[in-house]
T-cell receptor, first 111, second 116 residues
């Protein structure tokens, strides 16, 4: 089962671009990479998902190198409301389906 | 609101008691997941259903835990003979799978369990 490694915490300032990198050395050929955001006392919320190269949506970009052993979530021009925990998840789907969530990265945005 | 709902939002119980939580997924979502989350940790997978079939259960899940999803709609998670270590947030999520494991999970607000 693929396991992910992320920084425990990061700080940044309003208006900056924030990049959070996740390592997933054992990612399998058919695995996708998904990022979720979680605020205190709420369930996680989907941000973005990708398989390779670059994916962009209205809130973030996801960069995945050719070897797919890592991925980087990029949040452009963050605001205070982006303070949350961000989880990198490798979607491992086979006969023993289990999703493994790490501890996530606690992102704190300062004014 | 057509999101995932969970009830109750909070539950306080005494050790040894049984508790049951309910999750109502987004209608037409065929997959339903249960997770447990403790402070400072990511969600821990417990089990998931595809329609009414329970397809996977975590190897870490005690026999005191049981989940059902009758008729492939709402689901219940029961914990028997609760222990203090069961205190956690229990999260439910649902998704609409399209054949591969790329479905987006939509989470409910969770049920916070406190075992005294």
């Amino acid at each position: 089962l693929a396991k992910t490694t992320q920084p425990i915490s990061m700080d940044s300032y309003e208006g900056q671009e924030v990049n959070i990198t996740c390592s997933h050395n054992n990612i399998a050929t058919n695995d996708y990479i998904t990022w979720y955001q979680q605020f205190p006392s709420q369930g996680p919320r989907f941000i973005i998902q990708g398989y390779k190269t670059k994916v962009t949506n209205e809130v973030a970009s996801l960069f995945i190198p050719a070897d797919r052993k890592s991925s980087t979530l990029s949040l452009p021009r963050v605001s205070l409301s982006d303070t949350a925990v961000y989880y990198c998840l490798v979607d491992h789907m086979d006969s023993n389906y289990q999703l493994i969530w790490g501890a996530g990265t606690k992102l704190i945005i300062k004014p | 609101d057509t999101g995932v709902s969970q009830n109750p939002r909070h539950k306080i119980t005494k050790r040894g008691q049984n508790v049951t939580f309910r999750c109502d997924p987004i209608s037409e979502h065929n997959r339903l997941y249960w997770y447990r989350q403790t402070l400072g940790q990511g969600p821990e997978f417990l089990t998931y259903f595809q329609n009414e079939a329970q397809l996977e259960k975590s190897r870490l899940l005690s026999d005191r835990f049981s989940a059902e999803r009758p008729k492939g709609s709402f689901s219940t998670l029961e914990i028997q003979r609760t222990e203090q270590g069961d205190s956690a947030m229990y999260l439910c999520a649902s998704s609409l799978t399209r054949g591969r494991g790329t479905d987006t999970q939509y989470f409910g607000p969770g049920t916070r369990l406190t075992v005294l």
